[in-house]
C-alpha cells in the first residue's frame, strides 16, 4: 500500500506527539504512574509504538520529508531510548533518575528539531 502525504504527515505527526509524551515528567506522573485520564496510556504502549513508528521514518525519511538534521537526532535518541527501555519498564523506578532526565532532554531535542 502506498501512503500519501498526507498519510506520511499524520504519521509523522503522531510519531512526534509520541515523543512529547516521553519528554513530559508530568504527564508521565499522570498517565503512566498515577492512571489519571483522559488519556490510557503506559509506558510499555508508548515504547511499543514509538520503536514501530520510529524504524519505518528512519528507514525511509527521505519520504517522510525528514532532514538530514532531523534524522541525526531522531536516531540518536531512538539508539538511547532502546538502550533505556531494555533495562527499564517501570516508570516508578526511574521517573527521578538522571538517565530518564537525559532522555527527556533529547526528546526535547528532537521535538525543537521538529519545530513541534
Same mark, same amino acid.
Given at each position: 500500500?502506498?501512503?500519501?502525504?498526507?498519510?506520511?504527515?499524520?504519521?509523522?505527526?503522531?510519531?512526534?506527539?509520541?515523543?512529547?509524551?516521553?519528554?513530559?515528567?508530568?504527564?508521565?506522573?499522570?498517565?503512566?504512574?498515577?492512571?489519571?485520564?483522559?488519556?490510557? !496510556? /503506559?509506558? &510499555?504502549?508508548?515504547?511499543?509504538?514509538?520503536?514501530? #513508528?520510529?524504524?519505518?521514518?528512519?528507514? @525511509? +525519511?527521505?519520504?517522510?520529508?525528514?532532514?538530514?538534521?532531523?534524522?541525526?537526532?531522531?536516531?540518536?535518541?531512538?539508539?538511547?531510548?532502546?538502550?533505556?527501555?531494555?533495562?527499564?519498564?517501570?516508570?516508578?523506578?526511574?521517573? !527521578? /533518575?538522571? &538517565?530518564?532526565?537525559?532522555?527527556?532532554?533529547?526528546? #526535547?531535542?528532537?521535538?525543537?528539531?521538529? @519545530? +513541534?
Amino acid at each position: 500500500m502506498k501512503l500519501t502525504e498526507e498519510d506520511k504527515n499524520y504519521i509523522l505527526q503522531e510519531h512526534l506527539k509520541h515523543i512529547s509524551c516521553i519528554a513530559d515528567k508530568e504527564y508521565q506522573k499522570r498517565v503512566w504512574i498515577k492512571g489519571e485520564g483522559p488519556q490510557v !496510556d /503506559s509506558f &510499555e504502549d508508548t515504547v511499543c509504538d514509538f520503536f514501530t #513508528t520510529c524504524d519505518s521514518i528512519l528507514e @525511509n +525519511y527521505k519520504d517522510f520529508k525528514v532532514t538530514g538534521k532531523q534524522y541525526d537526532v531522531l536516531k540518536l535518541f531512538r539508539d538511547r531510548f532502546r538502550v533505556f527501555s531494555d533495562k527499564n519498564n517501570h516508570p516508578h523506578e526511574f521517573i !527521578d /533518575s538522571p &538517565e530518564w532526565e537525559q532522555i527527556m532532554r533529547l526528546a #526535547t531535542e528532537v521535538l525543537e528539531e521538529f @519545530n +513541534y
